[in-house]
């Protein structure tokens, strides 16, 4: 009987044993959309934009992914403008195509009456005192909510419906004016994050107008004036414009969307601002770009682990 001889296992690293290598070619993503504005003359808060979170998507070396982030609607003036919506943000190229949709406007009078609309979250309603146009506008599903409903916040004072958010609904007018939805709280970005909160309605004479979120949405305001915007980059509603004779009244504007990408390890794509946090490489889009993965994107991301 002659010697067998045999050989090292594949991949044996002597003398430390087997190297299992994991390939990593997957990235977590965040795109949030453009808020919208809100409506003025009693108007509702502009709805968020959509707000859309996945982690494990599977990119591709060597391969360039256009990155889209949306602007905030203007908010509507009266007399003059009515409201718009926000723009949508995304990731794609031939292959891929990652949208969420811009906020819907809320509902306002800028010489016409006009109905909320709906987006990523929905706008909220003006008042059906002055207008049969009350109708909230609708949250898209997995992106957000629908905006809330107009009404009397006192006797003979009337007040717009919030601006829905990804957290949750804009609230209904009750003895204040409607208080946009809740955004959602994503830490992707190596801190925790609040995102896509609906704008306030705005309220008639010294009545109380609807709240936002400090920071990421606007509020509604009273009397004649401008309602807040939304923050930049937080994909927040606008707050909505008051009314009480004579004067004009300005909606907010909606805060313009972002798009972050990130990914276990050292850095294996260019684009965007790059920071890391000592897990995760981190790719934060405040405008367009393009997301581009490196030939050696697997190798830069690979884990090894020894038997």
Not at 88 to 106: D, L
Not at 118 to 124: L, T
Not at 208 to 225: D, E, L, R
């Amino acid at each position: 009987m002659g010697i067998r001889r045999l050989g090292r296992p594949t991949g044996y690293n002597y003398p430390t044993g087997l190297s299992v290598a994991t390939s990593n070619n997957t990235v977590d993503y965040l795109v949030v959309a453009g808020g919208a504005g809100a409506g003025a003359y009693i108007g509702g808060g502009g709805g968020a934009g959509g707000f859309g979170i996945a982690s494990g998507f599977v990119v591709t070396p060597s391969t360039n992914y256009t990155i889209v982030v949306g602007a905030g609607g203007p908010g509507g003036i009266n007399p003059g403008t009515q409201a718009s919506n926000g723009s949508n943000s995304g990731v794609y190229n031939t292959s891929t195509s990652i949208w969420s949709t811009g906020g819907g406007r809320g509902g306002g009078y800028t010489g016409s009456l006009y109905a909320a609309h709906s987006g990523g979250s929905g706008g909220g309603a003006i008042s059906p005192a002055y207008a049969p146009l009350n109708y909230i506008g609708l949250g898209t599903p997995g992106q957000g909510n629908n905006g809330g409903l107009g009404g009397t916040v006192a006797p003979g004072l009337q007040s717009g419906g919030g601006g829905g958010g990804a957290g949750g609904v804009g609230a209904n007018v009750g003895p204040v004016g409607g208080n946009g939805g809740p955004g959602t709280s994503s830490s992707i970005s190596g801190t925790p994050t609040t995102y896509a909160a609906g704008g306030g309605g705005g309220a008639e004479g010294p009545a109380i107008a609807g709240t936002g979120t400090p920071g990421i949405s606007g509020a509604g305001t009273p009397n004649n004036s401008t309602g807040g915007s939304g923050g930049t980059n937080t994909g927040g509603g606008g707050g909505a414009s008051g009314y009480a004779a004579p004067g004009a009244s300005t909606g907010g504007t909606g805060g313009k969307g972002i798009v972050i990408i990130r990914y276990a390890g050292s850095q294996g794509a260019t684009g965007g601002t790059i920071t890391s946090d000592g897990t995760y490489t981190i790719h934060s889009f405040t405008g367009d770009g393009t997301f581009a993965t490196n030939s050696d994107f697997r190798t830069a991301n690979t884990a090894y682990s020894i038997n």
